[in-house]
């Protein structure tokens, strides 16, 4: 049972490219959601989404693009990647939005 | 504006001693609180969590604390165990539909 997976577990791109960081969710949860780890700010919501074709913005999602055209994907896009999303992103997914969420084991992604 | 405070950026116990990882929320919409524990390169796990209609809940080892009035809640970790050593995230939920706030975290090392 895989769970929640997430791909690639690292990367490094250089400023300006596209990147998609990719999720995949094997329990049928109608919510997924992004976050980022960074020092001294914890975890961020980037973006969620309620079921497919339902997205939201959340805390920090500037250069950032989600799509959900499938229950059990939620991949994330870096549509120009700069130096400053250079962080550990989780994917998580849950049965509700205010309730426990589980999370992938996260993406490294370094932007050179 | 920090909605959830974790105002200790670590903690240092030594085994078999009490560990006790305290959060602030300023949001009095909020009525369900979590704690995830999170070992470096892997994702955070969910610990426990607590509704606003109960002031304890405990699990094993784990207890956790709410109070309303003070808008404060606390994690005891009872005895300390050196594999506790990881961050723990303090997250809140209120509104229906939005998702999990976190804090910045908490780095725990106990000690043997």
């Known amino acids: 049972d895989a769970g929640i997976t997430q791909s690639p577990r690292y990367k490094i791109t250089e400023t300006g490219r596209q990147v998609t960081l990719m999720c995949h969710q094997t329990w049928s949860h109608s919510y997924m959601f992004w976050y980022r780890q960074d020092l001294g700010h914890g975890l961020r919501l980037i973006y969620y989404s309620a079921a497919a074709d339902i997205t939201d913005k959340g805390e920090v999602p500037d250069g950032y693009v989600v799509s959900r055209s499938k229950t059990e994907n939620f991949p994330l896009t870096l549509e120009s990647a700069t130096r400053s999303q250079t962080s550990v992103y989780f994917c998580?997914?849950?049965?509700?939005?205010?309730?426990?969420?589980?999370f992938g084991e996260g993406s490294w992604l370094t932007v050179v | 504006d920090q909605q959830v405070k974790q105002n200790s950026p670590s903690l240092s116990v030594q085994e078999g001693r009490i560990s006790i990882l305290n959060c602030d929320y300023t949001?009095?919409?909020?009525?369900?609180f979590l704690w995830y524990k999170k070992y470096p390169a892997e994702g955070p796990t969910f610990l426990i969590s607590?509704?606003?209609?109960?002031d304890k809940n405990e699990d094993g080892r784990f207890t956790v604390f709410l109070n309303k009035s003070a808008k404060h809640l606390s994690l005891h970790i009872v005895p300390s165990q050196p594999g506790d050593s990881a961050v723990y995230f303090c997250a809140a939920s209120g509104q229906a539909g939005t998702a999990l706030i976190f804090g910045k975290g908490t780095t725990l090392s106990v000690s043997s």
């Open positions: 607590i509704s606003s209609i109960k």
């Open positions: 998580a997914s849950g049965v509700s939005s205010g309730n426990t969420i589980y």
């Open positions: 949001n009095s919409m909020f009525d369900y």
